[in-house]
């Protein structure tokens, strides 16, 4: 749970990976067809994020952080999570972050992402 100032944010797209041969994991596993990732790609606006303050968490005030919500631009085409507030550049609040290794830290939730001043 930190304050954060957002900065910039840029497109991307997180991709389901189709490793493994457990069908709950990997619905094309023991099948003959090719998955194509980007047909279930789900859009993602990554912020850059200077922490202002922490109120629980490991990290340190002053600290830069990548923060992907679901939506945004893709192709053209601005996507939004239906009754979402989507976060914006330059916006300060306090975020509910969830951290991993190998992606930005994301909102936890998404109606519930934190409170802007």
């Keep these: 749970m930190v304050e954060v100032t957002l900065g910039t ?3 991307d797209l997180l991709l389901l ?3 493994g041969d457990a069908p709950a994991c990997n619905p094309f596993a023991g099948t ?14 990554v912020f850059t994020a ?15 952080l990548k923060v992907a919500e679901f939506g945004g631009m893709v192709d053209g085409t601005d996507c939004v999570v239906p009754g979402s507030s989507p976060l914006k ?3 300060t609040g306090l975020q509910f972050l969830a951290t991993y290794l190998v992606a930005p830290a994301s909102i936890l939730g998404v109606y519930a992402r934190g409170f802007t001043k």
């Design 9 to 11: 944010s840029t497109p």
């Design 17 to 19: 990976n189709y490793e």
């Design 32 to 45: 003959t067809e090719t998955p194509n990732p980007e047909a279930w790609a789900v859009p993602l606006a």
């Design 50 to 64: 200077t922490v202002d303050a922490v109120n629980q968490g490991e990290v340190k005030p002053g600290a830069e």
């Design 89 to 91: 550049e330059d916006e």
